[in-house]
């Protein structure tokens, strides 16, 4: 048998029983089918089970017609077509109909693994946009946009790899009234700005300086007013101004998403100045918007009920909400998208409720067509439980936070004497493997709505579901294809001569693992929940432990040379390594064969 196609083994399930329901039981053919897989130790439940017949019965029962689970449970197991994965079904309990996957079709699946790398499942393709990290010029980039950074940027790997086209933007907070009393400021700390870049190190002091003069200078207040209006109106001299305050803000964080390999297209808030002009007045013709106290703002709902956008403030000038109005508009009508993802705090949950209510409201937005997504996370947490700052009380500077992650990554490694096995380089893979590794995975491995501490210790811990661990485990696999060396290449270029043999069941329970990434994928992709496939990295690495423990893949004699191998549970390590590979990938964890 050739098994070409890569699928979600659930999905494929879930067409077989859609099936069987339509031809045993016509009338219910609509109904959703609920697949499981089977969690149990042992093997009498089968893989997976279809737990339709109990609503199938219940359902009947409303018509008038008596059946029982069991008997429906054999119905649909009588009608259900062939399939290459089922290696045979049987009715149990109250009426499951267990599946028991074929071996036949796992060993496929993993040598197709190793010849070809990992397919994705088919999916249908969406246009979507990620608007992620989103930190604001000249002022802190914080642990909250770290959040979104990491997630944002998993979320779009996982799509990507998923076939979706995925367009990723940063949101920077680059336009606003602040703007104002920062060039006004620049005129006079660097009045000759024009000519020579001025030598702004530290923006966030620029800016407490100007807020400063702003709140007790009438002459300077009146100046940065008059900027905001020149920068709006697009004079070339303050146009200039914003670019260089811009720059520094830029470098910045920069520099934290080259260390953190993330990519991201920068359109920030500024983007939108002439949309935020059209979108008022396409609002004022559809008649949105109503006047309240000088402002222009908008209801949500025809109703009145909720809170209402403030669209044009009463000094004219516009706000938050307004550019995620022209924002949204934007990405449906100019680019196309029909998923549209806002990776942001929770606190900004009501913010994106509004803006999308308002958004249906105007017909912006049309629910059936588009998907909207706040994909939003709790507050970072100190391991005092409080939010999270530094000793003296200040917001965490990133750059720091990652220095910290490289000092403690290192210490590590040579506790356990790393640094004298390993190169100067691969040493430093390892150690930037471990840091950035950890404190990406430590965020993702949790439900994102709840609150997180971050914590160096626990999250180089190297037992439990944590970065270090998967790192380790990964390298052990890696070092078995090193013991064979040449003879490893030969294994793969014969694949198509080797057996994989599954019936050991220990082999057994890894194969059936490694085939459940697809499941993960998918069901990752619905809500965007990362922590499910963290915890399936946690689950392959444990399984394959087992595996490891109780399989042996090479026989060694006293003095260390090899005198067997077993190529079939070699190959296995080698497809346990191609998953993670492409798991790690996802959750922006390097890979290092030495650790
Ligand atoms: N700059 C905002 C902040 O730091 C986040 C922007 C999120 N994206 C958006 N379209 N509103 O809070």
């Given at each position: 048998?050739?098994?070409?196609?890569?699928?979600?083994?659930?999905?494929?399930?879930?067409?077989v029983?859609?099936?069987?329901?339509?031809?045993?039981?016509?009338?219910?053919?609509?109904?959703?089918?609920?697949?499981?897989?089977?969690?149990?130790?042992?093997?009498?439940?089968?893989?997976?089970?279809?737990?339709?017949?109990?609503?199938?019965?219940?359902?009947?029962?409303?018509?008038?017609?008596?059946?029982?689970?069991?008997?429906?449970?054999?119905?649909?197991?009588?009608c259900?077509?062939?399939?290459?994965?089922?290696?045979?079904?049987?009715?149990?309990?109250?009426?499951?109909?267990?599946?028991?996957?074929?071996?036949?079709?796992?060993?496929?699946?993993?040598?197709?693994?190793?010849?070809?790398?990992?397919?994705?499942?088919r999916v249908?393709?969406?246009?979507?946009?990620?608007?992620?990290?989103?930190?604001?010029?000249?002022?802190?980039?914080?642990?909250?946009?770290?959040?979104?950074?990491?997630?944002?940027?998993?979320?779009?790997?996982?799509?990507?790899?998923?076939?979706?086209?995925?367009?990723?933007?940063?949101?920077?907070?680059?336009?606003?009234?602040q703007?104002?009393?920062?060039?006004?400021?620049?005129?006079?700390?660097?009045?000759?700005?024009?000519?020579?870049?001025?030598?702004?190190?530290?923006?966030?002091?620029?800016?407490?300086?100007?807020?400063?003069?702003?709140?007790?200078?009438?002459?300077?207040k009146?100046?940065?007013?008059?900027?905001?209006?020149?920068?709006?109106?697009?004079?070339?001299?303050?146009?200039?101004?914003?670019?260089l305050?811009?720059?520094?803000?830029r470098?910045?964080?920069?520099?934290?998403?080259?260390?953190?390999?993330?990519?991201?297209r920068?359109?920030?808030?500024?983007?939108?100045?002439?949309?935020?002009?059209?979108?008022?007045?396409?609002?004022?013709?559809?008649?949105?918007?109503?006047?309240?106290?000088?402002?222009?703002?908008?209801?949500p709902?025809?109703?009145?009920?909720?809170?209402?956008?403030?669209?044009?403030?009463?000094?004219?000038?516009?706000?938050?909400?307004?550019?995620?109005m022209?924002?949204?508009?934007?990405?449906?009508?100019?680019?196309?998208?029909?998923?549209?993802?806002?990776?942001?705090?929770?606190?900004?949950?009501?913010?994106?409720?509004t803006?999308?209510?308002?958004?249906?409201?105007?017909?912006?937005?049309?629910?059936?067509?588009?998907?909207?997504?706040?994909?939003?996370?709790?507050?970072?947490?100190g391991?005092?439980?409080?939010?999270?700052?530094?000793?003296?009380?200040d917001?965490?500077?990133?750059?720091?936070?990652?220095?910290?992650?490289?000092?403690?990554?290192?210490?590590?490694?040579?506790?356990?004497?790393?640094?004298?096995?390993?190169?100067?380089?691969?040493?430093?893979?390892?150690?930037?493997a471990?840091?950035?590794?950890?404190?990406?995975?430590?965020?993702?491995c949790?439900?994102?709505?709840?609150?997180?501490?971050?914590?160096?210790?626990?999250?180089?811990?190297?037992?439990?579901?944590?970065?270090?661990?998967?790192?380790?485990?990964?390298?052990?696999?890696?070092?078995?294809?090193?013991?064979?060396?040449?003879?490893?290449?030969?294994?793969?270029?014969?694949?198509?001569?080797?057996?994989?043999?599954l019936?050991?069941?220990?082999?057994w329970?890894?194969?059936?693992?490694?085939?459940?990434?697809?499941?993960?994928?998918i069901?990752?992709?619905?809500?965007?929940?990362?922590?499910?496939?963290?915890?399936?990295?946690?689950?392959?690495?444990?399984?394959?432990?087992?595996f490891?423990?109780?399989?042996?893949?090479?026989?060694?004699?006293?003095d260390?040379?090899?005198?067997?191998?077993?190529?079939?549970?070699?190959?296995?390590?080698?497809?346990?390594?191609?998953?993670?590979?492409?798991?790690?990938?996802?959750?922006?964890?390097?890979?290092?064969?030495?650790?």
């Amino acid at each position: 048998m050739e098994v070409t196609e890569s699928f979600s083994i659930t999905e494929h399930l879930e067409n077989v029983f859609a099936r069987a329901i339509s031809l045993a039981f016509p009338e219910y053919g609509n109904i959703p089918v609920i697949i499981a897989p089977v969690n149990s130790a042992s093997a009498k439940y089968g893989d997976y089970q279809c737990n339709n017949a109990m609503g199938l019965a219940k359902k009947m029962k409303e018509m008038g017609v008596n059946r029982t689970p069991r008997d429906i449970a054999n119905e649909l197991q009588k009608c259900c077509p062939l399939s290459p994965i089922i290696n045979k079904l049987e009715v149990g309990g109250a009426g499951f109909v267990n599946v028991y996957l074929s071996k036949d079709y796992a060993a496929q699946s993993l040598k197709n693994i190793l010849r070809h790398g990992i397919k994705p499942p088919r999916v249908l393709k969406r246009r979507v946009l990620v608007d992620f990290s989103s930190p604001n010029i000249a002022k802190q980039m914080h642990v909250g946009h770290l959040r979104s950074t990491i997630i944002g940027e998993s979320v779009c790997r996982l799509l990507e790899f998923l076939q979706h086209d995925v367009i990723r933007i940063n949101h920077l907070g680059d336009w606003g009234t602040q703007f104002g009393m920062l060039i006004a400021h620049l005129e006079d700390r660097f009045p000759d700005f024009l000519n020579k870049s001025p030598p702004i190190g530290d923006l966030q002091s620029f800016y407490k300086e100007s807020k400063k003069r702003f709140d007790t200078e009438e002459e300077f207040k009146k100046r940065a007013y008059n900027r905001v209006v020149s920068l709006q109106s697009g004079e070339p001299n303050s146009r200039k101004a914003w670019q260089l305050i811009c720059d520094v803000s830029r470098q910045e964080f920069q520099a934290i998403y080259d260390r953190l390999d993330v990519t991201l297209r920068e359109r920030g808030e500024s983007f939108y100045q002439s949309r935020m002009l059209s979108v008022v007045d396409f609002l004022r013709n559809k008649n949105m918007l109503e006047h309240d106290e000088g402002r222009q703002i908008m209801w949500p709902n025809e109703d009145r009920s909720g809170i209402p956008l403030t669209i044009v403030k009463s000094d004219g000038g516009f706000t938050y909400d307004t550019s995620d109005m022209a924002a949204i508009r934007h990405r449906i009508e100019e680019e196309h998208c029909t998923w549209i993802i806002y990776v942001v705090d929770s606190g900004q949950s009501t913010h994106f409720n509004t803006i999308f209510k308002a958004a249906e409201r105007c017909c912006i937005l049309n629910p059936t067509a588009h998907r909207v997504h706040h994909v939003q996370f709790g507050v970072v947490l100190g391991e005092d439980g409080k939010k999270f700052k530094t000793r003296s009380g200040d917001t965490v500077k990133l750059s720091d936070l990652l220095n910290e992650g490289m000092k403690r990554s290192l210490e590590q490694l040579r506790s356990r004497g790393r640094d004298e096995i390993l190169t100067a380089q691969e040493l430093f893979e390892a150690q930037e493997a471990v840091a950035y590794g950890c404190i990406k995975y430590s965020d993702l491995c949790h439900n994102r709505i709840s609150d997180y501490v971050f914590s160096f210790d626990k999250m180089l811990d190297d037992r439990g579901n944590t970065a270090v661990y998967l790192l380790y485990t990964y390298t052990r696999i890696c070092s078995i294809a090193r013991n064979l060396g040449d003879d490893f290449c030969y294994l793969l270029k014969v694949l198509d001569t080797v057996e994989i043999v599954l019936n050991h069941e220990k082999e057994w329970k890894l194969a059936k693992t490694l085939l459940k990434m697809h499941d993960i994928m998918i069901k990752c992709s619905k809500d965007l929940f990362l922590h499910f496939l963290c915890e399936f990295c946690y689950e392959v690495c444990t399984v394959f432990t087992e595996f490891y423990d109780s399989c042996y893949c090479i026989k060694k004699n006293k003095d260390g040379e090899i005198i067997e191998v077993n190529r079939s549970r070699v190959l296995m390590c080698e497809a346990t390594a191609a998953v993670l590979r492409q798991c790690f990938y996802i959750l922006g964890l390097k890979p290092v064969s030495k650790l």
